[in-house]
């Protein structure tokens, strides 16, 4: 059964930083594309960042910049740095793992990740 828990959300301050994890059992993170995404109150789930078997990575034009992906093959972990935060940013943000080596497109689709954990809050206050 593959599980996908995601930690380190928090209230922080605009301008501020946090680094989201997302550690996984029974999934080999570096054989295939993670994503994050998030989802405001009342928005639909937004695709915020994506990297492949080879580390290749893209974001939504909204953290570009601000925001970076990186997988820790070792501990099997995967990660989201988010510096500058703005309050646009709060949203419960979810880790999720698609079935495939090579994400598809320049954004992460939900439809083409299988695996979701349940998500982490993240507050931006300005």
């Known amino acids: 059964q593959v599980q996908l828990v995601e930690s380190g959300g928090g209230s922080v301050q605009a301008g501020g930083s946090l680094r989201l994890s997302c550690a996984g059992t029974?999934?080999?993170?570096?054989?295939?594309?993670m994503g994050w995404f998030r989802q405001a109150p009342g928005n639909e789930r937004e695709g915020v960042a994506q990297?492949?078997?080879?580390?290749?990575?893209s974001y939504t034009d909204s953290v570009k910049g601000r925001f970076t992906i990186s997988k820790d093959n070792a501990k099997n972990t995967l990660y989201l740095e988010m510096n500058s935060l703005i309050p646009e940013d709060t949203a419960m943000y979810y880790c999720?793992?698609?079935?495939?080596?090579?994400?598809?497109?320049?954004?992460?689709?939900?439809?083409?990740?299988?695996?979701w954990g349940r998500g982490t809050q993240v507050t931006v206050s300005s």
């Open positions: 990297t492949d078997d080879v580390g290749r990575t």
């Open positions: 029974d999934y080999r993170f570096s054989w295939h594309c």
């Open positions: 999720a793992a698609a079935e495939w080596s090579q994400c598809s497109g320049s954004l992460p689709r939900a439809g083409y990740f299988r695996y």
